[in-house]
């Protein structure tokens, strides 16, 4: 049986409005790094830009990997550098997207203010995720709340009582993460505790779960170094219990 010939296009398909997309990547050309960068800068329009947004580059006939690494104005497109050491031997220190966990944001909680403030600039505002009562919220200028720089504008006003934890991305140094760790499981004197593989740094960063239900650290659960007590003694031991933390190499 033939087959029937599609709709072919001879031309892409461009938004009436710019939005994030890989298609403006790249690769660019040059000769030199500086065109290349040049080249990339003229055709990315500012409107899609976002801080850490990377860019692919051919210098010469070797590719290389750019990003927007501190901001979205074109000085701003420099080379990324991978691992930890220094950038071009200058001794400075290399810098990566690191993850800001379990962070209580700035604000008066008493069902009336719906404003708080993250305590740094999140890498792209799609990297935030905040809690309420450990429930995740939905971001979104219809939805739950609104990032702006550091500001987070919630749609409702917390209640007294209520609990806000946040998690986000942020440019910062070489820092390593555990992510959804088992934790191993310490018979105590007080019952079930838990010790980690590392020691959280810092100790805020940690985030413990239940059977999937975030635990609010101070209160159902303390940390010492690496070691977890669980304060009102309801673990069973057939709970599951998941850790994710930053600590340092």
């Known amino acids: 049986m033939s087959l029937t010939a599609g709709l072919q296009l001879p031309f ?41 947004m990377e860019v692919r580059l051919i210098v010469d006939g070797v590719s290389k990997k750019y ?15 991978s691992g930890s050491g220094s950038i071009g031997g200058s001794g400075s220190t290399t810098l990566i997207t690191e993850l800001v966990l379990n962070e209580t944001p700035t604000g008066v909680i008493n069902g009336v203010n719906t404003a708080f403030t993250l305590a740094y600039t999140p890498a792209t505002t799609l990297s935030v995720m905040l809690w309420l009562n450990g429930q995740l919220l939905t971001q979104g200028v219809s939805n739950d709340f609104t990032v702006g720089s550091q500001t987070l504008t919630m749609s409702f006003p917390p209640q007294s009582g209520d609990i806000l ?3 986000y991305t942020k440019s910062s140094q070489t820092k390593l993460f555990a992510m959804n760790e088992a934790a191993t499981k310490v018979v105590t004197a007080g019952g079930i505790g838990f010790e980690l593989a590392n020691a959280p740094s810092p100790s805020t960063s940690l985030m413990l779960f239940l059977n999937g239900q975030l635990l609010t650290q ?24 998941l850790a994710t933390y930053s600590y340092l190499s």
């Open 12 to 52: 892409g398909i461009q938004p009436v409005n710019p939005t994030p997309v890989d298609a403006w990547s790249g690769p660019y050309s040059a000769a030199t790094a500086q065109d290349a960068i040049d080249a990339a800068n003229a055709v990315i329009p500012a409107a899609i830009r976002y801080q850490s």
């Open 67 to 81: 990003w927007y690494r501190d901001g979205i104005a074109d000085a701003d497109l420099v080379e990324f550098a």
């Open 165 to 167: 934890l946040t998690m």
């Open 218 to 241: 101070g209160s159902d659960y303390t940390l010492s170094t690496r070691s977890v007590t669980v304060t009102n003694g309801f673990i069973q031991d057939s709970d599951v219990v």
